[in-house]
């Protein structure tokens, strides 16, 4: 896998979550696609080994930005000062644009990819509403923040269980008025997704199997679709990670 | 470990890359280990690669394992992909996809010594196809699910079945590296014209924290590498057959030092996900020109104890 | 891999540490590993360790490998000691080095199955050993060199003979990871109490710049975690008798992944020499504090897939 | 091993050579003991995975210097200005001090124990001479250094083959006149000093061989020694690093 050094341009942190902005004169990542992450001071080393996988979060003039959760090694490095970043081209297939209006429903730090969709979809002129729910467990700097570079998202700021997805679906009201559905989200709430757009609103989901090689090599991204009414191991890195809610055999 | 990567294409043109792999000319002596390349992810490949090696085809379709498939370790991976493939017909029907200019070897495995022999009898006749490499790290459903590389009686078994309905082209027998040395010299006398070795090693990935098994599967990466290294250079001096290196390359070094424990050729894989073949290469053309060696000459370069 | 290392002993004491290993009332389940803890290491061992676990004695003092003896590699070691010791008869001389207040395991290896009987023999009439290891990962010169763990028939032979010498205290089986599983239920039927796993694997370092191998011998240390894990998990569900895990181990989670995988007690080897044992263990307490469990019930708590 | 993060004062830079100062409050090291080392930044991962011995180069007042050349990782690691450093009480056995007058001969980056050695000399009245062999091969500012930090040897700057010792034996003159030799230097040097010591001038061999656990417990770090008469390996971490020339069975 080619990784090009990056110069990072800033770092954010609110909480346990990041942002991370780079230069990036490469083709510009599209909606929903994702690039793969190391960090140079270990590269290296072996640890950690694999490269790790971070949704394009938006990008501007040259500027490329990635919002994260810090989990464990790479996130933790990715979020210190010093660190320098090599990252992939932007990888995979996004969502595709199709007629208003849509609705983004978004939850946690999964919201990431929705902020490029946005820019993307208010460019080509299609009416959107954004529903973003932001957990309870999630840092109050994360929730502040989202509502600051979200201007005109509709909050959903959940107060028990953060993974009760109908809490958003909810609040959200009547989708059925929506052409579209983009998710991205915590599990439970894809699933509540798809399950609503069954039969309804069609919805583009984006997923987020672990990945190892990012080019379709490995075949380890793995993620069940009915493919002509079999169901069978699509790979998200090259045939995602954004899936048509239909064809998801979950 | 790693060291001098960022070197030209352009220095690495002059040393001599180039080895004979059972009577095959490849131009390098990295070919891809199987299932850690596939069209998708070929990016360049001229010029770097000896010979394309696709993912393990089985006779029928396989839908692989439910996720997740995929572990980090340190130095390394853990894999369970359960051989996902399309199965023989579909691979032969799209095998143009593999036609790239360079060897085309192709990875078969089975469930029965019987449907080994008939996937090599079809194969046969596949002008495309210059190599078949068995991969015997497979259950073998006649016997109990033992694997097909489990000792030596069972390799000589498939390998003899194989050999039988393949006799034109060379054939590889790939094995893990659980008696490695008797089942390499099993193959060589079952008239496999060479070893490859090894294959991922089982290994267990623990989710402490939700007290769960991550992942049964196989391991690889630089983890492997001493355990890949000591399997060359004991099957290199046990058996006349040439011997493919594999486990935890990820640089050119790594190349040299399976050739110089006594390898004819190398496979990458795991580590091809997290760095460039390109880059390994060159900085393999950048010690033999530091050591006034060609590729061919290093599997006999090695200053005994 | 990431971890709160800098926890306070006090933290630790609440949580219940103990341990019964054949019967042994262990104080944790932490226990050296053969061959990685000499007395002038001992530093602090109460509190620490459930048991005392020298360096393998054999008949006669061996004087060990010439140096180079060790190499370090990706997440690991690599090491070619050769078993240097002073002999038993020395060892029993001096026997009071090992008196640290904690049960005394001994480790013996031999050359032939009528020596380590007769080391059991002498060993069984030692009142301060609790228990013996058989480290079956050394060459039956009977056997044409041929590893006493080579195989389910060797295994069976050697145990029996060290059970029938050594019937009244605890006889532990310790095994390499090839053939663990067939080599483990051989040892279970020849009368084991527990069984040992694993050893270092047999493995190469290659200096491509010398061109010369830098040292043949075994891996140890984090490379093999995921490998030891998987035989501790299957070989607790093929034997009946206790499961000693050893392989890799740096922190107090893995202490916990090798119990979760099965394993009744576990050892640290290499880790120990770059990390505080003590550290571990409070890691560990932690751990069993934040899932409010007692070490004793760890490896029955894997939720299985 | 227990390690402890200590703070570094003072980091310098000689061409492939280095040396660094950091504060300790513990146990003050003996001339001719050793400190294994780690990075506290790659504490976590496992690469490097083992620590590594460095001799003592000079302790004076609470500040402990190591003197080293830039091998592989953890000695490039350690002259890297961000690096920071754990590392182990002094270990082993160092010099013996007795009668003068004697003699240091060193060579090349192993001359770093004499520096403590000689301060404890002076500071005992016991009269010496150092030789110091600085090979061909060693960067000028690294000679440079050592003629600023040793005034009062006598430097033997070998042109042609840094390891032939009897360039510096030689140069030296009759070495019989010294009741002592104290010696660190590359390989074939401790071989010409022990060869010529045996039967003259008792003499003391810093020796170097590869460590993992640094306490006895590994038997990794053998050296061939003579005990009553049998040739049998000692462990250079607690039987030395320093050995007497008799003994040693090479
Ligand atoms: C296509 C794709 C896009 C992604 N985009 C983002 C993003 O924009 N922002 C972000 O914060 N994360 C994103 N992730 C997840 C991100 O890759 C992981 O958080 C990261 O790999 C963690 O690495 P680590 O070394 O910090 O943690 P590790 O030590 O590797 O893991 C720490 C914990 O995180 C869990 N984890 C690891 N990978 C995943 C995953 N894929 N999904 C859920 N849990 C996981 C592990 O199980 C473990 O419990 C994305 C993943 C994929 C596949
Ligand atoms: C008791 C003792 C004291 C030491 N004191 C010093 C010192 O004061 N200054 C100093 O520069 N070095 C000293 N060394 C050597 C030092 O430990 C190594 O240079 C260091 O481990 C190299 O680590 P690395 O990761 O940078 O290189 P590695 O990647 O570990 O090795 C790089 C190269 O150095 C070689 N090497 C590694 N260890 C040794 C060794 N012990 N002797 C000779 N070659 C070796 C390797 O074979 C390899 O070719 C001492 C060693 C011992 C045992
Ligand atoms: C994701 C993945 C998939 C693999 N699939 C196959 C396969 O289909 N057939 C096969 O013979 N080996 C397969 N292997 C094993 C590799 O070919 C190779 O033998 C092993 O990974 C060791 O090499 P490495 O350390 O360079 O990865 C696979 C390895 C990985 C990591
Ligand atoms: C330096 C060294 C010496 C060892 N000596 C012995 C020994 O004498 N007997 C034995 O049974 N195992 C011996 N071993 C193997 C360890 O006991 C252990 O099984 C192995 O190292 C795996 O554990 P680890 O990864 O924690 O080191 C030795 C290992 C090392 C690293
Ligand atoms: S990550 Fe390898 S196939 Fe998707
Ligand atoms: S380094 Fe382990 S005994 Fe000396």
Same mark, same amino acid.
């Given at each position: 896998?080619?990784?090009h050094?990056?110069e ?5 942190r ?15 990542p599209a909606p ?8 140079a ?5 072996f640890a ?26 790479v =996130?933790?490095?990715?979020?210190e000062?010093?660190s ?5 081209d932007p ?7 199709d007629?208003g209006p ?16 946005a820019?993307h979809?208010s ?13 309870? =467990?999630?840092p109050?700097?994360?929730a502040?923040?989202?509502a ?5 998202a ?9 993974d009760?997805?109908?809490a =958003?679906?909810?609040s ?13 989200g915590p ?31 490995c ?6 679709l009915?493919?002509?009414?079999v169901?069978e191991y699509?790979?998200a890195?090259?045939d ?11 | 470990?790693v060291?001098h990567?960022?070197?030209?294409? %352009? ?8 080895? #004979? ?6 131009a390098s002596?990295?070919?891809?280990a199987? %299932? ?5 992810g070929?990016g ?23 996720p997740?498939?995929?572990? #980090?370790?340190s130095s390394g991976?853990?894999?369970s ?11 032969l029907?799209n095998i ?5 200019g360079?060897p085309?070897?192709?990875?078969? !495995? ?7 022999a008939?996937m090599?009898?079809r ?13 015997l790290?497979?259950p073998?459903?006649?016997h109990g ?9 069972a ?9 039988? !309905? ?9 094995l893990t590296?659980?008696?490695v ?20 090693i089982?290994?267990l ?8 098994? /991550?992942l049964r599967?196989g391991?690889? %990466?630089p983890a492997?590498?001493?355990i890949? /290294?000591?399997?060359?250079y004991?099957?290199?001096?046990a ?9 935890g390359v990820?640089s %050119? ?5 399976f050739?110089?424990a006594g ?6 894989g795991?580590?091809s996900?997290?760095?460039?073949p ?9 010690y033999?020109? #530091?050591?006034?060696?060609r590729?061919?000459? /290093? ?5 005994e104890?």
């Amino acid at each position: 896998m080619k990784l090009h050094a990056v110069e990072v341009l800033e770092r954010e942190r609110f909480g346990d979550h990041a942002l991370i902005r780079y230069r990036w004169t490469g083709t510009p990542p599209a909606p929903g696609q994702f690039v793969m992450v190391r960090i140079a001071g270990a590269a290296q080393a072996f640890a950690p080994f694999l490269a790790r996988p971070f949704f394009a979060h938006d990008y501007d003039n040259e500027v490329v930005s990635l919002l994260f959760e810090i989990r464990g090694r790479v =996130t933790f490095l990715l979020s210190e000062e010093d660190s320098v970043l090599l990252v992939s081209d932007p990888l995979g297939r996004g969502y595709t644009l199709d007629n208003g209006p849509v609705a983004l429903v978004g939850g946690g730090v999964w919201v990431s990819p929705l902020k490029l969709l946005a820019r993307h979809l208010s460019r080509s002129g299609i009416a959107f509403d954004a529903y973003l729910e932001i957990p309870a =467990t999630a840092p109050g700097a994360y929730a502040a923040w989202i509502a600051e570079n979200y201007p005109d998202a509709i909050l959903v700021r959940t107060q028990a269980d953060s993974d009760a997805p109908q809490a =958003t679906l909810e609040s959200i009201g009547d989708l059925t008025r929506y052409a579209g559905l983009y998710a991205s989200g915590p599990t439970p709430m894809l699933d509540a997704v798809k399950r609503f757009s069954d039969g309804t609103v069609p919805a583009q989901l984006a997923l987020r199997e672990r990945m190892a090689c990012a080019n379709g090599s490995c075949y380890g991204c793995a993620v069940p679709l009915w493919r002509d009414g079999v169901r069978e191991y699509a790979r998200a890195c090259v045939d995602g990670p954004v899936f048509p809610a239909k064809v998801l055999a979950w | 470990m790693v060291t001098h990567r960022a070197m030209s294409a %352009g220095e690495g043109a002059s040393v001599d890359l180039t080895i #004979e792999l059972c009577g095959i000319p490849l131009a390098s002596p990295l070919i891809p280990a199987a %299932g850690t390349l596939s069209k998708e992810g070929f990016g360049e490949t001229k010029g770097i690669y000896g010979a394309m090696l696709p993912k393990t085809v089985t006779p029928r379709p396989r839908v692989g394992n439910p996720p997740p498939r995929i572990a #980090e370790v340190s130095s390394g991976m853990v894999n369970s992909i359960g051989l996902q493939n399309p199965g023989l017909d579909r691979f032969l029907n799209n095998i143009d996809d593999y036609g790239v200019g360079l060897p085309l070897f192709v990875s078969i !495995a089975a469930d029965t010594v019987g449907e080994f022999a008939g996937m090599c009898e079809r194969i046969a006749g596949e002008e495309r196809v210059a190599a078949v490499e068995l991969n015997l790290s497979c259950p073998n459903v006649e016997h109990g699910g033992l694997q097909f590389c489990a000792g030596p009686g069972a390799v000589r078994e498939v390998v003899t079945a194989c050999r039988g !309905a393949f006799s034109e082209k060379p054939l590889f027998v790939k094995l893990t590296n659980e008696g490695v040395v008797g089942n390499a010299m099993a193959a060589e006398e079952a008239g496999a014209d060479a070893v490859t070795l090894i294959n991922t090693i089982p290994a267990l990935v623990v989710n402490a924290h939700e007290r769960q098994v /991550l992942l049964r599967g196989g391991l690889s %990466g630089p983890a492997i590498k001493p355990i890949a /290294l000591r399997a060359a250079y004991e099957v290199s001096r046990a058996v006349g057959v040439p011997v493919i290196g594999v486990g935890g390359v990820t640089s %050119g070094i790594d190349i040299a030092e399976f050739m110089l424990a006594g390898a004819a050729a190398v496979q990458v894989g795991a580590g091809s996900f997290v760095w460039e073949p390109r880059e390994m290469l060159e900085e393999f053309a950048a010690y033999l020109r #530091e050591n006034g060696l060609r590729a061919r000459d /290093l599997n006999i370069a090695m200053t005994e104890l």
